[in-house]
Each structure stands twice: as C-alpha cells, then as structure tokens.
C-alpha cells in the first residue's frame, strides 16, 4: 500500500482496518483525504488475502464531514474544477459500497455530513451510544447531494428528509432505529468486543459465497443509486458556489447566524 498522508492501514491476516487520520480536525474530509480513501480501495480490491475492511476514526471523532478550509477553497474554484471534486466526492463513495470486501465502519464520536455518507455505502456499522450524527449541511446552505443516494439504502425517505431539513443532531441509539447502523454499544471496548465476534463469524464462511451476496444485493439496490447518481456532481457543484451556500458558510466562520434566519 503507498504512503497516505490522512489515513493510516493495519492489516491481521484477512482483516485490513482503514484509519481516517486526521485527528487534529475531527477526521473532516479535504480534497487529499478523498483521493486516498479512493487509491485505498481501488487498491484493496486486487487484494485477494483480504476479506474484510473495518473503517475507523482516529482521535475523538469518526468523521466530521467536510473540511472547513476545503470548502473555503472551493467558493475560488472555477465550474470545471468545482465539478470535478464533486465528482471526486461522489466517486469515492461508489468505490466504498461497490467494493467487494465486506465493509464494516467503528464509529465513535462526532459523524456529520460526509461522514454518515461513509457509514452508509458501508455493509455495515456499528457505533457508540453517545455518537453525535447529524446531516448538517442545509444548516450552512449545502445540499446533502453525493450521499443521499447511500443513505437512501439505509433510511426512507421520509425519515431522511426529517433528519436533513432539521440537520438536527441524534444519537448511536436513533442511528440504530434509523438503520443507518446496525447496533450500538455504551462503550468503544463493548463495540470493539462484539466486531470481533462478526469477524470471526465472517471469516467462518465462503469468500466466494459473501462476494456474490454482495454482489447481488448491491445491484438489486443500485438501479437507485445509479439513477440518482448521474446529475449529483453537478448539483453539488452549483450549490458549492451558490450565493446561499457561500452566506452560511461565512456565517458559520463569523459564528453568526445567516442573513435567511433574519
């Protein structure tokens, strides 16, 4: 595997675990970071050895969406360079559903925005009681775009557009009853002690049978996703550099309140 600058890889045998790692902002996705998550599973694929990839957040959070100075950065960009990362974005979360070992994400701490998107084009997820989720991104004039689509295989819909017309904050618990994870626990060494067991369990069984179930139900699921996928970058693109979007985001950096709330 290369040398990545924001996360960091173990390997145990069949299990390779995936360390967001950048820890001093909450694991919040730049432009480097999303291009490393991609090369990582773009790689990980050709790797027969390994069956199973655990995701984790290095520090207090698993991912706190996007990165302040990122987004900054994107209000200079032009159009094609502002489609482009959004395609980047959408791109890498494609690559984590579609691959075709078994993602598991460890979640604890802090997950808004992006970071759910994670969670949801995982196989599965389990957390932390006391992990704060949110879909933040209408609080600073974003759209939820590139993730909608994974967690469309998660939450319906209409619970969906609750959580992002309110961005509201909701616990591990509510994560559970949402089915955006499948369990949660009161204590990182409990979530650590029952993904242990999974494993275990996982790995007892046909690596060819686990890949085509997969398989299957991917492409049972990603008509949707296909479907919806086509215009997404675009839509994130334009709302990235919208009149609205870039008044909340300096709102959220002046720490007041946007001028759609006066």
């Given at each position: 595997?290369?040398?990545?600058?924001?996360?960091?890889?173990?390997?145990?045998?069949?299990?390779?675990?995936?360390?967001?790692?950048?820890?001093?902002?909450?694991?919040?996705?730049?432009?480097?970071?999303?291009?490393?998550?991609?090369?990582?599973?773009?790689?990980?694929?050709?790797?027969?050895?390994?069956?199973?990839v655990v995701i984790r957040g290095l520090g207090n959070s698993f991912c706190s969406g996007a990165d302040l100075a990122w987004m900054k950065k994107s209000f200079t960009l032009d159009k094609n360079e502002n489609l482009r990362e959004s395609k980047e974005l959408s791109d890498m979360f494609g690559h984590i559903f579609n691959c075709p070992k078994v993602i598991i994400s460890a979640i604890h701490g802090n997950v808004f925005g992006g970071g759910n998107g994670i969670i949801a084009a995982s196989d599965?997820?389990?957390?932390?009681?006391?992990?704060?989720?949110?879909?933040?991104?209408?609080?600073?004039?974003?759209?939820?775009?590139?993730?909608?689509?994974?967690?469309?295989?998660?939450?319906?819909?209409?619970?969906?557009?609750?959580?992002?017309?309110?961005?509201?904050?909701?616990?591990?618990?509510?994560?559970?009853?949402?089915?955006?994870?499948?369990?949660?626990?009161n204590s990182v060494e409990e979530m650590d002690?029952?993904?242990?067991?999974?494993?275990?369990?996982?790995?007892?069984?046909?690596?060819?049978a686990i890949v085509e179930s997969k398989k299957l139900i991917n492409r049972l699921t990603e008509i949707g996703v296909s479907e919806k996928e086509l215009d997404i970058?675009?839509?994130?693109?334009?709302?990235?550099?919208?009149e609205e979007a870039q008044e909340g985001f300096t709102a959220f950096l002046e720490k007041r309140i946007p001028r759609w709330q006066n």
């Amino acid at each position: 595997m290369e040398n990545y600058l924001t996360l960091k890889t173990d390997f145990k045998g069949q299990i390779a675990t995936l360390w967001l790692a950048r820890p001093e902002v909450h694991n919040a996705l730049n432009e480097v970071m999303i291009r490393e998550i991609t090369s990582f599973f773009l790689e990980i694929e050709h790797i027969k050895e390994i069956r199973i990839v655990v995701i984790r957040g290095l520090g207090n959070s698993f991912c706190s969406g996007a990165d302040l100075a990122w987004m900054k950065k994107s209000f200079t960009l032009d159009k094609n360079e502002n489609l482009r990362e959004s395609k980047e974005l959408s791109d890498m979360f494609g690559h984590i559903f579609n691959c075709p070992k078994v993602i598991i994400s460890a979640i604890h701490g802090n997950v808004f925005g992006g970071g759910n998107g994670i969670i949801a084009a995982s196989d599965l997820a389990y957390c932390v009681s006391n992990s704060r989720f949110s879909l933040s991104e209408t609080r600073i004039g974003m759209a939820a775009a590139s993730i909608t689509p994974y967690l469309l295989q998660k939450i319906n819909a209409s619970s969906l557009k609750e959580l992002i017309f309110t961005a509201r904050i909701f616990n591990g618990d509510e994560a559970v009853k949402l089915l955006l994870v499948n369990q949660a626990f009161n204590s990182v060494e409990e979530m650590d002690a029952y993904i242990e067991m999974q494993l275990h369990s996982i790995l007892l069984n046909g690596t060819q049978a686990i890949v085509e179930s997969k398989k299957l139900i991917n492409r049972l699921t990603e008509i949707g996703v296909s479907e919806k996928e086509l215009d997404i970058p675009k839509i994130l693109a334009d709302i990235r550099v919208s009149e609205e979007a870039q008044e909340g985001f300096t709102a959220f950096l002046e720490k007041r309140i946007p001028r759609w709330q006066n």
